[in-house]
């Protein structure tokens, strides 16, 4: 699972990613516009430790940011992906108000009333922006009682987007994790649609 990146395109366009070593198949998995930084999570096969990303338009700086890895069961023991019917763990408009300038909020998706145990080891969610007022971007990562913020980005945006990337998340103290905006102000939106356990 990766996310996938196109910067600052110059002109409209589109990535594919796919297992290394494998004919392309003939689709896409991000499409991008000019002139913006688009990303999108995208499931990979990978063949001999590597994937392959074409681009179908023009020259454009690519960023691929691993985010888990899938692998049978009885070669990789590790956690196990359990959907759920999706609910809203955070909605800012309705609930404390935008996120401004590297404001960070903890958001509660295991344990308690949800549909997600306690013990999860990592979430599934939608992670959505709703009308930032500047370019910026949205980092996700587990509560773990410091402010320590990981490097990178699992959403980018531009000023009034209304965009959404689907992102896996480790779970934290608390059945918590993080959620911080770089800059700017935007509402943001996290829906749960399945845990890892």
Same mark, same amino acid.
Request: glycine letters at 12%; zero cysteines; proline letters at 7%.
């Given at each position: !699972?990766?996310?996938?990146?196109?910067?600052?395109?110059?002109?409209?366009?589109? $990535?594919?990613?796919?297992?290394?070593?494998?004919a392309?198949?003939?689709?896409?998995?991000? %499409?991008?516009?000019?002139?913006? *930084?688009?990303? %999108?999570?995208?499931?990979?096969?990978?063949?001999?430790? %590597?994937i @392959?990303?074409?681009?179908?338009?023009?020259?454009?700086?690519?960023?691929?940011?691993?985010?888990?890895?899938f692998?049978?069961?009885?070669?990789?023991?590790?956690?196990?992906? *359990?959907?759920?019917?999706?609910?809203?763990?955070l909605?800012?408009?309705a609930?404390?108000?935008?996120?401004?300038?590297?404001?960070?909020?903890?958001v509660?998706?295991?344990?308690?009333?949800?549909? @997600?145990?306690?013990?999860?080891?990592?979430? $599934?969610?939608?992670? *959505?922006?709703?009308?930032?007022?500047? *370019?910026?971007?949205l !980092?996700?990562?587990?509560?773990?009682?410091?402010?320590?913020?990981?490097?990178?980005g $699992?959403?980018?945006?531009?000023?009034?987007?209304?965009?959404?990337?689907? @992102?896996?998340?480790?779970?934290?103290?608390?059945?918590?994790? !993080?959620?911080?905006?770089?800059?700017? %102000?935007?509402n943001? $939106?996290?829906?749960?649609?399945?845990?890892?356990?």
């Amino acid at each position: !699972m990766v996310n996938l990146i196109a910067v600052s395109a110059p002109a409209n366009g589109w $990535l594919s990613a796919y297992a290394g070593g494998t004919a392309w198949p003939g689709t896409s998995n991000l %499409s991008y516009p000019a002139g913006e *930084t688009t990303d %999108s999570t995208v499931i990979v096969p990978v063949s001999a430790g %590597s994937i @392959v990303v074409r681009n179908g338009g023009p020259a454009v700086d690519v960023a691929v940011d691993v985010l888990g890895v899938f692998a049978p069961h009885s070669a990789l023991p590790g956690s196990r992906f *359990t959907a759920v019917s999706s609910f809203r763990a955070l909605d800012t408009r309705a609930v404390g108000g935008p996120l401004g300038t590297g404001a960070s909020r903890a958001v509660t998706v295991a344990g308690g009333a949800s549909t @997600v145990p306690s013990d999860a080891k990592a979430v $599934l969610v939608s992670l *959505t922006a709703v009308a930032p007022s500047v *370019t910026t971007y949205l !980092m996700a990562w587990a509560a773990d009682g410091t402010s320590t913020v990981p490097p990178g980005g $699992l959403l980018r945006l531009n000023a009034g987007d209304v965009r959404a990337n689907l @992102v896996l998340v480790p779970v934290g103290l608390a059945g918590q994790i !993080m959620v911080r905006n770089f800059t700017g %102000s935007t509402n943001v $939106l996290v829906d749960v649609v399945g845990y890892y356990r």
